[in-house]
């Protein structure tokens, strides 16, 4: 019995078989995914509504 959040494998896996040995990619598709819905849950929050960028150049080395 799993007693974690963590999904785990219980049965189903042969000798031989291919796993996955890293989620990274899963981590990062969900938060892709995540994003996505949110900008569709609330579209008023889309770059129409952001304040305009200064034309002024950036220093990307001041305050270090």
Known sequence: MNH???????SGLNEGDTVVVSGLF??????NITGA?????HP??????MPAMS??????H???
């Open 55 to 60: 034309d002024q150049p950036v220093n990307m």
């Open 26 to 31: 899963l981590i990062d598709s969900e938060a």
């Open 37 to 41: 819905l949110e900008r569709m849950r």
């Open 4 to 10: 974690s959040n963590s999904p785990g494998i219980g």
């Open 44 to 49: 008023e929050k889309t770059e129409s509504s």
């Open 62 to 64: 001041s305050g270090h």
